[in-house]
């Protein structure tokens, strides 16, 4: 390797971001192994009592009988306050005569079922939901069988399965299936939520459901039987049949913004800010990708840039972060840390990530300038990603410890400093020399996974933990969330890192003009390290998948009224049960 490599800037920056989300893994492990011996501490420490308390004598018991009468003692409720019996009629005094747990870390609850929307909307979401999950399963198994490929070309010699088919077929379903069906989903539960009003038409989101799978199923079997618009990446779909996706999402725009037109609170939630114009931007970003008007020569590859990265910005991106501002908060049961930061990162993103597409196109036949305006652009997204994430931490602030009680806070943490370090990677490898070593090797693949699984996915599986708890009052497993969050992070770490070390010895080769079968032979062994990885993520969504199930399917967990709101919603339940006439 090149002895002057690590002094290039690029260089620096990137080894350092691809240290921050393992640096930030481990020290989750430490706190969860740390949470982990606690309790076998506490179970050791439980042992030795009840052997002490075999061998109690009779003085200790006599001394604890009266030590426990002298702390059972109760002041007569008129002895201070004269004849009147004592009251809190402003519900200030809580919990006084027992302790259940230690009041200074919060107990684990779980969440309860939040009748804020209609059961008919609630439906509409669990099936966006249950079609994403859908998606997320085949069209990653999809891509665990091209990552088979890579370690073993030969493994089958159909032309429907040939690499050059099955590609786009993985990263279409979980682009326009998978990604696209949860966010969309997802929103169908905030628009209305932050607007105090029902959805104005479930019947359009319905269509919406229709159009988008029939988009999905159908070039899914246009790809693998050979039919594509060989347009370039991410736009294979033919535009008949990118044109039922389209439909569809602007059949959901016309919903969102009839419902937040008629909207109960004075302000605009920022969340519908990012949610109604991720959806104004891809109906755009499709329109200039398919119309033909533009499609020839070197405009056809301005164009490619422009829509796989606005596809990735301001449809995934955008939309994801406007989920966000509204789920973490909600999670963490506070307001989100600054209105004024979010409304910052909004426009910020809007003005830098719309002219960044070029940068993709250092050193080719396109105008230098428009090479250079996508270099600079490329390093103004430090503002709206520094904002966001800034943000985002700041809003736990105070609720650190909450990570070692709850099975949600992890994907939300890993997915923001992925937001951090993936969009900073962005940044650094449009630079005109590490663009030169990475450029066409797989350090794009890397990259593109750090950013739609590491930042898009894990918000998105944060996003649904969190909610559909809340729509069904049924819980995942807890362990096997666990189990799901680690299988995915590690998997996604071995995957992308050994991507990238195998595509910088790549690129030096290139550079230094060795033969290309010589960077072939040197991705072999980064390869099989991506193939591990990639299994490790594929297993990662059954799990997922298994836990959704629970979460919708699974049986209901008995739970006992507690607190005075319980006892009085339960008693209300039964009598409208003992008084509802029978037919």
Request: one cysteine or more.
């Amino acid at each position: 390797m090149n002895n002057s490599l690590f002094g290039e800037s690029g260089i620096q920056v990137t080894v350092l971001l691809v240290m921050i989300p393992v640096i930030t893994g481990l020290i989750i492990a430490i706190v969860k192994t740390y949470s982990t011996y606690k309790n076998l501490q506490g179970r050791r420490q439980l042992q030795e009592f009840e052997k002490k308390l075999e061998t109690l004598t009779p003085e200790q018991l006599a001394e604890y009988e009266r030590r426990r009468t002298e702390l059972e003692y109760k002041l007569p409720e008129n002895e201070l306050s004269g004849n009147l019996p004592a009251s809190d009629q402003r519900g200030l005094i809580s919990n006084v005569n027992r302790v259940e747990d230690i009041r200074v870390l919060p107990h684990k609850r779980s969440p309860l079922s939040q009748n804020y929307i209609s059961p008919e909307l609630t439906k509409l979401i669990l099936y966006f939901l249950g079609f994403s999950v859908l998606w997320l399963l085949v069209g990653t198994s999809v891509g665990e069988y091209l990552g088979i490929k890579f370690v073993a070309p030969d493994v089958d010699h159909q032309s429907w399965l040939s690499f050059g088919r099955l590609r786009p077929v993985h990263t279409n379903l979980v682009f326009w299936g998978w990604s696209s069906f949860a966010m969309v989903g997802l929103s169908y539960y905030v628009i209305p939520r932050v607007s105090n009003i029902e959805i104005y038409s479930l019947k359009l989101g319905y269509y919406c459901l229709i159009l988008m799978n029939a988009s999905v199923i159908l070039g899914s079997l246009s790809l693998m039987a050979g039919i594509n618009n060989g347009g370039g990446e991410y736009r294979e779909y033919i535009w008949p049949i990118m044109a039922l996706f389209a439909i569809g999402v602007i059949l959901t725009l016309y919903n969102f913004i009839r419902t937040i037109a008629r909207r109960k609170t004075e302000e605009i939630y920022v969340s519908n800010w990012y949610i109604v114009a991720a959806t104004m931007y891809v109906i755009v970003i499709l329109l200039v990708a398919y119309l033909p008007f533009w499609q020839g020569g070197l405009g056809e590859t301005i164009i490619q840039g422009y829509y796989m990265h606005q596809g990735v910005g301001m449809w995934f991106m955008f939309l994801c972060l406007g989920l966000m501002y509204y789920f973490l908060p909600q999670q963490l049961n506070r307001p989100i840390y600054s209105y004024s930061l979010g409304i910052l990162a909004f426009w910020t993103q809007i003005l830098f990530y719309t002219l960044i597409g070029s940068h993709h196109f250092i050193f080719s036949a396109i105008p230098w300038w428009m090479q250079t305006v996508a270099i600079v652009a490329s390093v103004g997204m430090v503002i709206p990603v520094v904002a966001g994430t800034t943000n985002f931490l700041l809003t736990f602030k105070g609720n650190w410890y909450q990570l070692k009680t709850s099975y949600t806070l992890p994907f939300y943490l890993i997915s923001i400093i992925f937001y951090f370090t993936g969009s900073m990677q962005g940044t650094v490898e449009a630079f005109r020399f590490t663009n030169l070593i990475w450029h066409f090797t797989d350090f794009t693949v890397a990259h593109s996974h750090l950013t739609m699984y590491g930042i898009i996915t894990f918000m998105l599986w944060a996003f649904i933990y969190t909610l559909v708890p809340r729509l069904t009052g049924k819980e995942p497993p807890k362990a096997w969330v666990g189990i799901h969050f680690w299988l995915a992070l590690i998997g996604l770490l071995f995957y992308t890192n050994s991507l990238m070390i195998g595509s910088t010895e790549k690129g030096l080769l290139w550079m230094a003009k060795k033969p290309f079968i010589e960077s072939v032979i040197s991705m072999a062994p980064w390869w099989l390290w991506r193939a591990i990885g990639g299994t490790m993520m594929w297993i990662s969504h059954f799990v997922f998948a298994y836990n959704f199930y629970k979460m919708v399917s699974g049986k209901k967990v008995i739970k006992i009224p507690q607190s005075p709101a319980e006892i009085l919603e339960a008693k209300r339940q039964r009598q409208n049960t003992e008084f509802t006439p029978t037919k």
